[in-house]
Nanobody
Framework: QVQLVESGGGLVQAGGSLRLSCTASGRTSSRLIMGWFRQAPGKEREFVATIRWSSGATYYADSVKGRFTISGDNAKNTVYLQMNSLKPEDTSVYYC?????????????????WGQGTQVTVSS
């Protein structure tokens, strides 16, 4: 079993920054990739960014490239999402997720464990 605890959401003005954190505990073999999704009201959950622990490779959705940076601290079992130049359309609940990453990294089915979500609201 794997547990994920997120922190760092909040309210920020457009153009501002926030940093999300997610710490994992539990079975390491089940969390070879770790990253973030987001879901706005009435919309499907969408991929934001992820990191593969073994190689350090990072992956981003086109909508956040150049503005968001994912990083990880393996010793602390923690990933961070630094979000800069935030836009109102970034407003969502952000979910941390982890999984084995055997087939891919951008689909919700690639992840077996999810955090409770943290709200990010960007005002215009």
């Amino acid at each position: 079993q794997v547990q994920l605890v997120e922190s760092g959401g909040g309210l920020v003005q457009a153009g501002g920054s926030l940093r999300l954190s997610c710490t994992a505990s539990g079975r390491t073999s089940s969390r070879l990739i770790m990253g973030w999704f987001r879901q706005a009201p009435g919309k499907e959950r969408e991929f934001v960014a992820t990191i593969r622990w073994s190689s350090g490779a990072t992956y981003y959705a086109d909508s956040v490239k150049g503005r968001f940076t994912i990083s990880g601290d393996n010793a602390k079992n923690t990933v961070y999402l630094q979000m800069n130049s935030l836009k109102p359309e970034d407003t969502s609940v952000y979910y941390c997720a982890t999984g084995p990453g055997w087939h891919g990294v951008v689909g919700t089915a690639d992840y077996g464990y999810w955090g409770q979500g943290t709200q990010v609201t960007v005002s215009s």
